[in-house]
C-alpha cells in the first residue's frame, strides 16, 4: 500500500485545484484579519478616519481563535469538490482498474485513498492556521495563543474535521458517477457549519440542570425557613421552572445527536463563525463551559424570589446573612463546570469512533463494488 500512497501523494502535490485551495487558505485568512483591523480601527464619528486600537489580552486572544478556526467553515466545500474530483477521476480514466489489473488489493486502494485525503485535509487545514496567525501579526491586531493552549484545540478542531474528510472519501468511492458524490458532499459542506451550531445550543447535560436545581431549590427552602420567602410561592416558582422549563422538547429531540456525534464541536468551542454568534454562541475564549453561569442568566425565578421577600418574618438563622442566590452557590459543584482540557478528549474519542465507522462502512461497499 506504501506505493499507492506515494503514488496519490504525487498525484495531489501536481494537482492545480489543490494549490489553488491552498493558495484560497494562505490568502483568506489574511484578509480576514486586515478585514478586522480596518473595522475595528474605522471612526465615522467625524467623517470617515482611522485610529488605532488598543485591544484587551481576552479581546485578543478571542480574535486569534476565531479567525485561525475558521477552516472549519470556509474549507469544507473546497475539500468536497477536491475529494470528489479527485477521486471520481480514477473511475473515468480507468486508474482503480489499472490498480486492480497492476495486482493491488481493494483494501489497499481503499487505504492509499483514505489515507492520503486525510493528509491532504491536514495540510491545508494547518496553512489555514498558520496563515492567519501571520494575517493577526501583520494587522496589528496581534496573536495570543493563551501560553499554546491554543494549538491542542487547533489540533481538535483538525480531528473533527476529519470526519467530513472520511465521509467525502467514502462517497467518492462507493460512486462511480462523479455528479452524486458532488452534490451530497457539497450539501454536506453547506449545511454542517449551521447544523453543528444548531446542536451546539443543545449541549446542556441532563445531570448539571439536575445539580443546579437542587442547589438552587435547597436555597429558596433555607429562605423559607428563615422566614423571607412564602412556601406557597416557592413551591410554585419550583414547579414552574423546574427541570423541564430548562430541557424542553427540543433539547430531548437533538440532546442524543449532540452525545453520541462530534457536530456539536462549532457551538462548544465557538468555532462556527457568524453563523454560532447569531445562534447566541459564545464571543469569549474561556478555559471551561460555565454552565450554571447560563442556567443562572436564564432562570426567572431567581428574580421572582427576589422580588416575594419579605423581612417582616425574618428570623434571623438563614445561613451567612445574604439570601440573594448568586454564581457563587454554584462554583464549587463540579457537574456545572467542564473544562475545555477534558472536553477536548471527548471530541477525539467521538471523531475517531465516527470516521472508524463511516470508513469501514465505506469499505464494505467498496470491496463488494464492481469496479469493471
Request: charged share 15%; with cysteine.
Amino acid at each position: 500500500m506504501l506505493k499507492l500512497i506515494l503514488f496519490e501523494l504525487r498525484r495531489i502535490s501536481k494537482s492545480v485545484f489543490f494549490w489553488i485551495i491552498a493558495g484560497f487558505s494562505v490568502i483568506w485568512p489574511i484578509l480576514t484579519a486586515l478585514f478586522y483591523r480596518l473595522v475595528m480601527s474605522l471612526d465615522i464619528s467625524n467623517g470617515i478616519k482611522f485610529q488605532d486600537i488598543d485591544l484587551g489580552a481576552d479581546e485578543v486572544r478571542f480574535l486569534t481563535w476565531f479567525i485561525a478556526v475558521a477552516f472549519m467553515t470556509e474549507l469544507p466545500k473546497f475539500i468536497a469538490l477536491f475529494t470528489c474530483l479527485h477521486i471520481g477521476r480514477d473511475y473515468t480514466d480507468g486508474i482503480v482498474r489499472n490498480k486492480i489489473i497492476a495486482g493491488h488489493s481493494r483494501g489497499a486502494i481503499y487505504g492509499s485513498y483514505m489515507i492520503t485525503q486525510i493528509i491532504a485535509t491536514v495540510v491545508l487545514c494547518v496553512i489555514y492556521i498558520f496563515s492567519a496567525l501571520l494575517g493577526l501579526a501583520i494587522s496589528g491586531i496581534g496573536v495570543d495563543l493563551n501560553g499554546g493552549e491554543m494549538f491542542a484545540r487547533f489540533a481538535i478542531a483538525i480531528v473533527v474535521f476529519l470526519v467530513m474528510t472520511v465521509t467525502f472519501v467514502v462517497l467518492a468511492v462507493i460512486f462511480r458517477k462523479r455528479a452524486l458524490p458532488v452534490i451530497l458532499c457539497i450539501l454536506i459542506a453547506m449545511t454542517s457549519n449551521a447544523a453543528a451550531a444548531v446542536v451546539g445550543r443543545f449541549n446542556t447535560p441532563g445531570k448539571a440542570v439536575d445539580k443546579y436545581l437542587s442547589i438552587r431549590n435547597d436555597h429558596y427552602e433555607n429562605m423559607v425557613e428563615a422566614g423571607l420567602v412564602d412556601k406557597n410561592t416557592v413551591a410554585q416558582i419550583e414547579k414552574e421552572y423546574g427541570r423541564d422549563y430548562f430541557l424542553g422538547i427540543a433539547w430531548k429531540i437533538i440532546h442524543p445527536a449532540y452525545v453520541i456525534s462530534p457536530i456539536g464541536f462549532e457551538g462548544d468551542y465557538g468555532a462556527g463563525g457568524t453563523t454560532t454568534m447569531m445562534l447566541g454562541g459564545s464571543v469569549e475564549y474561556t478555559d471551561e463551559i460555565n454552565f450554571a453561569q447560563e442556567f443562572y442568566y436564564d432562570d426567572p425565578s431567581v428574580y421572582t424570589v427576589i422580588s416575594s421577600v419579605s423581612i417582616d418574618n425574618y428570623t434571623g438563622d438563614f445561613d451567612g446573612g445574604d439570601y440573594a442566590l448568586t454564581l457563587k452557590d454554584f462554583r464549587k459543584a463540579g457537574e456545572l463546570h467542564l473544562e475545555y482540557s477534558t472536553l477536548n478528549w471527548v471530541y477525539v474519542g467521538k471523531s475517531v469512533a465516527w470516521m472508524a465507522v463511516i470508513a469501514a462502512y465505506g469499505y464494505v461497499i467498496f470491496r463488494k463494488k464492481n469496479l469493471f
